[in-house]
């Protein structure tokens, strides 16, 4: 059974930074492509960045371009997000996903490309 489990939200001012954590368990990481997405309340889930399993290639929703960036480690099981110049506008549940990927070149920008799912951790940013 394959668990993934996000920490590192919290409430942040306005031009602060967090970095979030997701720790996966059951599976073959490294045959995962991994992303984050987020969802404020009354909204739809977005996409925001995608890794494939090297952690060679990455993208990003235009929204976080330049202030968020995604990374793994393959030995520690676990994905990031470094979360810079935050804006209020990014307050919302993050939640880490993971599928495999049967291309070392692939990378899922869709929620529906994704099995795997965590729990989400809140971030808030305050203006």
């Known amino acids: 059974q394959v668990q993934l489990v996000e920490s590192g939200g919290g409430l942040v001012q306005a031009g602060g930074s967090l970095r979030l954590s997701c720790a996966v368990s059951g599976g073959i990481f490294s045959s995962y492509a991994m992303g984050w997405f987020r969802q404020a309340p009354g909204k739809e889930r977005d996409f925001v960045s995608a890794?494939?399993?090297?952690?060679?290639?990455?993208t990003y929703a235009d929204s976080v371009k330049g202030r968020l960036t995604i990374s793994r480690d393959n030995t520690k099981n676990t994905v990031y997000l470094q979360m810079n110049s935050l804006k209020p506008e990014d307050t919302a549940v993050y939640y880490c996903a993971g599928d495999v990927a049967f291309s070392p070149n692939t990378i899922k920008v869709l929620t529906t490309q994704y099995d795997y799912w965590g729990q989400g951790t809140q971030v808030t940013v305050s203006s």
């Open positions: 890794i494939n399993r090297r952690g060679d290639s990455t």
